[in-house]
T-cell receptor, first 112, second 112 residues
Framework: DAGVIQSPRHEVTEMGQEVTLRCKPI?????LFWYRQTMMRGLELLIY????????DSGMPEDRFSAKMPNASFSTLKIQPSEPRDSAVYFC??????????FGQGTRLTVV | AQSVTQLGSHVSVSEGALVLLRCNYS??????LFWYVQYPNQGLQLLLK??????LVKGINGFEAEFKKSETSFHLTKPSAHMSDAAEYFC??????????FGKGTMLLVSP
């Protein structure tokens, strides 16, 4: 398996634009997490899916953020409209029951 | 609720010296515990995990950690540091079928 695949690896966008980050989890994994990493706040859990259903989205900072998992092999995190304070590295991770989480390489988002 | 506290945002050691990175957790149910390592511009990679079997867990690259329930600790150690160990280390907890919660991370600096 190629592991967790995130795209794009880097994204630079202007304030106010819509940004969509994509994640393909490892086949057979039934849980998926989206994290945001910044120097100031470290690794923050944004949302957690289990069997494609959002279980905990309490970490989603505000209504500008939304996440979907239409099927077991794909998830998106959308920011609309984007703001400079959204600049961070966004990680997707997946896991199967009773195993460890596997992380993607991350998407470095810069909002100017 | 669950949480992780990593003592020390930065730890400096000399090459060949003992590495000790501290992690304390809080959980209302028996937890799974993990240590991850992150190299610059990369995702998180699993070092080792505790899943209620042996309390002394051995991982990759010569690292090990001991689960101490009485102290709610899961400290990471390595007998002899290498320059290649310089990275950021994250402790994480998963209790029951809940989310994976990370500590703030500890940057390990290794000097010649």
């Amino acid at each position: 398996d190629a592991g967790v695949i995130q795209s794009p690896r880097h994204e630079v966008t202007e304030m106010g634009q819509e940004v969509t980050l994509r994640c393909k989890p490892i086949s057979g994994h039934n849980s998926l997490f989206w994290y945001r990493q910044t120097m100031m706040r470290g690794l923050e859990l944004l949302i957690y899916f289990n069997n494609n259903v959002p279980i905990d989205d309490s970490g989603m900072p505000e209504d500008r953020f939304s996440a979907k998992m239409p099927n077991a092999s794909f998830s998106t995190l959308k920011i609309q409209p984007s703001e400079p304070r959204d600049s961070a590295v966004y990680f997707c991770a997946s896991l199967a029951q009773n195993t460890e989480a596997f992380f993607g390489q991350g998407t470095r988002l810069t909002v100017v | 609720a669950q949480s992780v506290t990593q003592l020390g945002s930065h730890v400096s050691v000399s090459e060949g010296a003992l590495v000790l990175l501290r992690c304390n957790y809080s959980s209302s149910v028996p937890p799974y515990l993990f240590w991850y390592v992150q190299y610059p511009n990369q995702g998180l990679q699993l070092l080792l995990k505790y899943t209620s079997a042996a309390t002394l867990v051995k991982g990759i690259n010569g690292f090990e950690a001991e689960f101490k329930k009485s102290e709610t600790s899961f400290h990471l150690t390595k007998p002899s540091a290498h320059m290649s160990d310089a990275a950021e280390y994250f402790c994480a907890v998963m209790a029951g079928y809940s989310t994976l919660t990370f500590g703030k991370g500890t940057m390990l600096l290794v000097s010649p």
